[in-house]
């Protein structure tokens, strides 16, 4: 079992920051990537950024070049800094950790773990 706990959401305004934060805990994969998604109410949840224990990083197109994800497996967290928020962002964040093969990052193993959701709201 692995327990995700998210913090730093919030209501900031068109152009501000946040970074959220999701803690880690439990039977953690030594190999397993972690990250973001998000759900606005009445859509898909979509996927915001991922990255691996190997450092890869993967971005939705509409966070490019304003969201950086990072990790420390030391302390177990992943991190997301938004920069130059936008109404559009508004959602309820998730975090997510699936573990994967130690023969390649592409093989995700076992099922994926969810955070209970961080709300952003971005006003114009």
């Known amino acids: 079992q692995v327990q995700l706990v998210e913090s730093g959401g919030g209501l900031v305004q068109a152009g501000d920051f946040l970074r959220l934060s999701c803690a880690a805990s439990?039977?953690?994969?030594?190999?397993?990537?972690m990250g973001w998604y998000r759900q606005d109410p009445g859509k898909e949840r979509e996927v915001v950024a991922t990255i691996t224990t190997g450092g890869r990083t993967t971005y939705r197109d509409s966070v490019k070049g304003r969201f950086t994800i990072s990790r420390d497996d030391d302390q177990k967290t992943v991190a997301l800094k938004m920069n130059s928020l936008k109404p559009e962002d508004t959602a309820v964040y998730y975090c997510?950790?699936?573990?994967?093969?130690?023969?390649?990052?592409?093989?995700?193993?076992?099922?994926?773990?969810w955070g209970q959701g961080t709300a952003v709201t971005v006003s114009s």
């Open positions: 997510f950790y699936n573990a994967l093969s130690t023969l390649s990052e592409s093989i995700a193993i076992g099922r994926a773990y």
């Open positions: 439990g039977s953690i994969s030594s190999v397993n990537i």
